[in-house]
């Protein structure tokens, strides 16, 4: 099976940096995905890990570590529009079925 | 919009009852998945179909079935409905249903068990 653990809630205000951790530990790994999820909205793709490294897309990116079963998600910039859930995902050993983490709620603050 | 369409919106139902959700994938998206998300909770995975098959089960109670038709549309059935139940029932889709395709989210359907 998969578990991942991301904290809960971050609060930051309008233009400061965030970064929303997340460990994992599964059986296979097939890369680590990024979802956002604005409230009671339907969550929507936001980046894909397979490698070790960092993947900058605008203002978010996202970082992997394989070995340390470790990667983040970073948001600069931060605008209101941000407060959401995000959540991090990974698949199981067999490349099938997709498994959330618990979510972090980020409230950007005026 | 994703391009998944999910049917109905809210549904309200009393306990004991049987209710069926409706899930339409993206276009050329051969893999449904099923997701339970109750309140302030994280995204449950319930089941997944690829190309009409049954592919990935998680957690899924016995009191639950899901199906993909041939026409690639796809059928939550809730029965013996509990209080518990209650929660926003997502259903998602993607070309493959391997590797780094993403899931494309349908709106879900809210479901209240009164």
């Known amino acids: 099976g998969q578990s991942l653990e991301q904290p809960s809630e971050v609060t930051a205000v309008e233009g400061a940096i965030v970064q929303i951790n997340c460990t994992y530990q599964t059986s296979g790994f097939y890369g680590l995905s990024w979802y956002q999820q604005h409230d009671g909205g339907a969550p929507t793709f936001l980046s894909y890990?397979?490698?070790?490294g960092l993947e900058e897309t605008g203002r978010f990116s996202s970082f992997l570590s394989r070995s340390d079963s470790y990667g983040y998600l970073l948001l600069q910039e931060l605008q209101m529009k941000d407060s959401a859930s995000y959540f991090c995902a990974v698949r199981d050993e067999d490349d099938y079925k997709l498994s959330f983490g618990a979510g972090t709620t980020v409230t950007v603050r005026a | 919009d994703s391009g998944v369409t999910q049917t109905p919106k809210h549904l309200i139902t009393a306990t004991g009852q049987r209710v069926t959700l409706r899930c339409s994938p993206r276009s050329g998206d051969l893999s449904v998945y099923w997701y339970q998300q109750s309140l302030d909770q994280g995204l449950q995975f319930l089941i997944q179909?690829?190309?009409?098959?049954?592919?990935a089960k998680g957690n899924i109670l016995e009191r639950f079935s899901a199906q993909q038709f041939p026409d690639l549309h796809s059928e939550l059935n809730l029965s013996s409905l509990e209080l518990g139940d209650s929660a926003l029932y997502f259903c998602a889709s993607s070309p493959k249903g391997t590797g780094n395709s993403p899931l494309h989210f349908g709106n879900g359907t809210r479901l209240t068990v009164t």
């Open positions: 890990n397979a490698l070790d």
């Open positions: 179909y690829y190309n009409g098959e049954e592919r």
